[in-house]
């Protein structure tokens, strides 16, 4: 009984995994998020090793300086947030 729902789940995996390896990415370009201010030292850093990066990965690296809040406005949020709604 088992063998069956094994190669049948190997079968599902490799065909899934061909339209997986398929996809180009990343599709847009990087982000590395600086998470000072412009014009300091580590914007100068951060500008100096991105050509080489770029070279590397094959692909287009964008600095985005975010400044401010002590680098908590840097850390990625998780989803857009929204107003509480209140419901009576």
């Known amino acids: 009984m088992r063998t069956p729902a094994w190669l049948a789940s190997l079968a599902c ?25 412009p014009g300091g030292t580590n914007d100068i850093m951060a500008r100096g090793i991105t050509p080489d990066m770029s070279a590397t990965l094959g692909q287009q690296i964008v600095v985005d300086n975010r400044g401010g809040a002590r680098a908590d406005r840097s850390a990625p949020k998780p989803w857009p947030s929204r107003r509480p709604t209140v419901t009576r």
């Open 13 to 37: 995996i490799t065909c899934f995994a061909s339209t997986c390896a398929a996809q180009n990415y990343p599709a847009k370009p990087l982000r590395l998020i600086v998470p000072f201010a």
